[in-house]
């Protein structure tokens, strides 16, 4: 009877699944496909990477096919699947990425500048949604993802505040307009302004845009339009320097999150005691990004000191496995947990939520784009990468 269940189990996630897994492949070709159709026209040179993410294109067909195609009900339950477990595989996978060690690249100044950036996009968004009287969970939902990594983190928090389908699809569309107009606009923009210094247009790009992938795409029309490589290793730094937040920012916004809610309804005990305990606020899965970063520090700081890392792997073995493992996640689980993001887009839920949390959005990606340029002009001179 126990393996029934489970085999019925399986069935009902398996054609959602696989649905994702086909949409974050046809991403992946049609990312590939686009930056072909670049190269054709002269935007791109010869040999150079796609700016286009793949994961923004998986979303994209998720949400064509969600809004016109009306398909069956089967698909649910692995669509919810793929956007719960795959995509905490996938962050958990994304720590590889990160060695704290390139934090410590950005020196004394380097840091509190993101900081300040991701601050600005954190509070102002929060207060904009009190002021406007909109939804605080949808309001936490676009100040974890204008401040600190784009649509990932709108993920990571939303299982945490029991966010909505509708709030989260409304600020991941959110975080992907002003996101990728930044990726457009805003290499013309640093290049105007610090024509003459690639870090500070490196610093400037990696502060003031919303998503990795972003980042890395308007760094990449950069150096394709001014060639300046130095841009793109800055950005790259600066960005993933920033995503590290994503440790301390989940717990900070749920609390205050939680917080406010218990004041809202009145403070009496009841709601004192439904607060929850403090470690729900921070996800196993935050705990398990932070732990394989270390595994990453550590790995390379015992390569730099014995030349193979923990003792065992050689340089290009060590390399290999933290890039092969990190790519897995980025690219397919957390391209699956997006394709699910799309598939769950269905624009008739948005009715009755307005235009006003994207006034929000709109105005704290500007606020953020203003305080890292007059922070870059200033102390960028500073910062040596």
Same mark, same amino acid.
């Not at 590939?32 to 190269?39: A, D, H, L, P, Q």
């Not at 929060?126 to 605080?136: E, G, H, I």
């Not at 290049?191 to 610090?194: K, N, R, S």
């Given at each position: 009877?126990?393996?029934s269940?489970e085999?019925?189990?399986?069935?009902?996630?398996?054609p959602g699944?696989?649905?994702c897994?086909v949409v974050?492949f046809?991403?992946?070709y049609?990312a590939?496909?686009?930056?072909?159709?670049?190269?054709l026209t002269?935007?791109?040179?010869?040999?150079?990477?796609?700016p286009?993410s793949g &994961?923004f294109?998986a979303?994209?067909?998720?949400?064509?096919?969600?809004?016109?195609?009306?398909?069956?009900?089967?698909?649910?339950?692995?669509?919810?699947?793929s956007m719960?477990?795959?995509?905490h595989?996938?962050?958990?996978?994304?720590g590889?990425?990160?060695?704290?060690m390139?934090?410590l690249?950005?020196g004394?100044?380097?840091? $509190?500048?993101?900081?300040?950036c &991701?601050?600005?996009?954190?509070?102002?968004?929060?207060?904009?949604?009190? #002021?406007?009287?909109?939804?605080?969970?949808?309001g936490?939902?676009?100040?974890?993802?204008?401040?600190?990594?784009?649509?990932?983190?709108?993920?990571a928090?939303? $299982?945490?505040? #029991?966010?909505?389908?509708?709030?989260?699809?409304?600020?991941?569309?959110?975080?992907?307009?002003?996101?990728?107009?930044? %990726?457009?606009?805003?290499?013309?923009?640093g !290049?105007?302004?610090?024509a003459?210094? $690639?870090?500070?247009?490196?610093?400037?790009l990696?502060?003031?845009? !919303?998503?990795?992938?972003?980042?890395? /795409?308007?760094?990449?029309?950069y150096d394709?339009?001014?060639?300046?490589?130095?841009?793109?290793?800055?950005?790259?730094?600066?960005?993933?320097?920033?995503?590290?937040?994503?440790i301390?920012?989940?717990?900070?916004?749920?609390?205050?999150?939680?917080? !406010?809610?218990?004041?809202?309804a009145?403070?009496?005990?009841?709601?004192?005691?439904?607060?929850?305990?403090w470690?729900?606020?921070? $996800?196993?899965?935050?705990?398990?990004?932070l732990?394989?970063?270390?595994?990453?520090?550590? /790995?390379?700081?015992?390569?730099?000191n %014995?030349g193979v890392?923990?003792?065992?792997?050689?340089?290009?073995t060590?390399e290999? &496995?933290?890039?092969?493992?990190?790519?897995?996640?980025?690219?397919?689980?957390l391209?699956?947990a997006m394709?699910?993001v799309g598939?769950?887009?269905?624009?008739k839920?948005?009715?009755?939520m307005?235009?006003?949390p994207?006034?929000?959005?709109?105005?704290?990606a500007?606020?953020?784009g203003?305080?890292?340029?007059?922070?870059v002009?200033?102390?960028? /001179?500073?910062?040596?990468?």
């Open positions: 009877m126990e393996e269940r085999k019925n189990s399986l069935l009902d996630i398996l699944l696989l649905l897994i974050m046809l991403g992946i049609g590939e496909w686009i930056g072909y159709v670049m190269k002269g935007l791109l040179s010869e040999g150079s990477k796609t286009v &994961i294109v979303i994209l067909i998720g949400i064509i096919i969600r809004n016109v195609i009306n398909f069956s009900d089967i698909f649910t339950k692995g669509i919810s699947f719960k477990y795959a995509l595989a996938g962050i958990i996978l994304l590889l990425k990160l060695s704290l390139e934090a690249k950005l004394a100044f380097g840091i $509190p500048l993101i900081v300040s &991701i601050s600005v996009g954190l509070f102002l968004t929060l207060y904009l949604t009190k #002021k406007m009287n909109q939804s605080r969970r949808l936490t939902l676009i100040a974890s993802g204008t401040g600190i990594c784009g649509v990932t983190a709108i993920m928090i939303s $299982p945490v505040i #029991k966010a909505k389908e509708n709030e989260i699809s409304y600020a991941v569309a959110n975080i992907t307009v002003f996101g990728l107009t930044g %990726m457009m606009l805003y290499p013309f923009l !290049h105007f302004l610090f003459d210094d $690639p870090i500070k247009a490196g610093l400037f990696g502060t003031a845009i !919303h998503d990795t992938a972003q980042v890395t /795409g308007a760094a990449l029309i394709q339009l001014f060639q300046n490589s130095t841009v793109i290793e800055t950005a790259t730094v600066t960005k993933l320097t920033r995503n590290l937040f994503i301390a920012i989940i717990p900070l916004l749920s609390y205050i999150f939680f917080n !406010h809610s218990r004041k809202e009145g403070g009496d005990k009841k709601e004192k005691d439904a607060l929850p305990k470690y729900t606020f921070i $996800p196993l899965f935050v705990i398990g990004f732990v394989l970063s270390v595994i990453r520090t550590v /790995g390379d700081a015992t390569l730099g %014995m890392a923990f003792g065992i792997f050689a340089e290009n060590w290999s &496995i933290y890039t092969n493992l990190s790519t897995f996640g980025t690219t397919y689980l391209g699956a394709a699910g598939l769950s887009t269905n624009f839920n948005f009715k009755g307005g235009l006003k994207f006034y929000i959005g709109f105005i704290a500007v606020a953020i203003i305080v890292s340029v007059v922070l002009f200033f102390f960028g /001179g500073l910062i040596k990468v």
